[in-house]
């Protein structure tokens, strides 16, 4: 099964870019790379979803190279709201009766922000 | 609207005791999970449940039961609580073949 490895923690300073990397050696072919964040005392929030390349929405982009095998997580211009635990997630969904899917998270990655 | 729900927000209990988290989700999705945060906030699936058709994880201990009456619902039943339950527990939805989850706010069980 594909594990995933992210750094323990961060710090960064408002206004900077931040790149969280997240290692997974042994995706698979039909895994998809999604990324959450966890603020305290609440469940986990989908941030962005990719398979391959670069994926972006209007909160972060998601860089994915060719052989799959890391994927990056860009944060442009943090501010102290964006201090939380994000966890990258590896697999595939649930599809139907036969096709259980696979989900596997990483440890997350305690990202602190300071003013 | 809160799109998915658990209660109780805090669990406290004794070894031994059977307890129950209720989740429910007002999405109108076909697909709802349980998850364990640990202390170390490892998030781990422990169950997939959508039309009827439960996948466990097999490292789950049998003393954990999910029972969805319907669609909306996925209850977690824990019987025989053990000091090594303790634990933050999520429940979460998706459209089935959607990786996009969205988690409820957790319950936080403490097991004495």
């Known amino acids: 099964l594909a594990k995933t490895t992210q750094p323990i923690s961060m710090d960064s300073y408002e206004g900077q870019e931040v790149n969280i990397t997240c290692s997974h050696n042994n995706i698979a072919t039909n895994d998809y790379i999604t990324w959450y964040q ?9 941030i962005i979803q990719g398979y391959k390349t670069k994926v972006t929405n209007e909160v972060a982009s998601l860089f994915i190279p060719a052989d799959r095998k890391s994927s990056t997580l860009s944060l442009p211009r943090v501010s102290l709201s964006d201090t939380a635990v994000y966890y990258c ?4 969904p649930r599809s139907g ?7 596997i998270f990483g440890q997350g990655t305690t990202l602190q922000v300071k003013p | 609207d809160t799109a998915v729900s658990q209660t109780p927000k805090y669990l ?3 070894m031994g005791n059977d307890k129950s988290i209720k989740c429910e989700q007002n999405l109108g999705h076909d697909t709802m999970y349980w998850y364990k945060q640990d202390s170390k906030k490892f998030l781990k699936i422990m169950f997939s449940y959508n039309n009827k058709e ?4 097999e490292t789950v201990p049998n003393r954990f039961s999910p029972k969805s009456p319907d669609k909306a619902h996925l209850n977690l039943h824990i019987n025989s609580l053990e000091l ?15 990786l996009e989850q969205y988690f409820g706010p957790g319950t936080r069980l403490t097991v004495t």
């Open chain 2, 84 to 98: 090594g339950d303790s634990a933050v527990y999520f429940c979460a939805s998706s459209q089935v073949g959607i």
């Open chain 2, 12 to 14: 406290v209990t004794q």
């Open chain 2, 54 to 57: 439960l996948i466990i994880n």
């Open chain 1, 89 to 92: 997630l590896v697999g595939y």
């Open chain 1, 97 to 103: 009766s036969g096709n259980t899917g696979k989900l």
């Open chain 1, 38 to 46: 966890q603020f305290p005392s609440q469940g986990p929030r989908f």
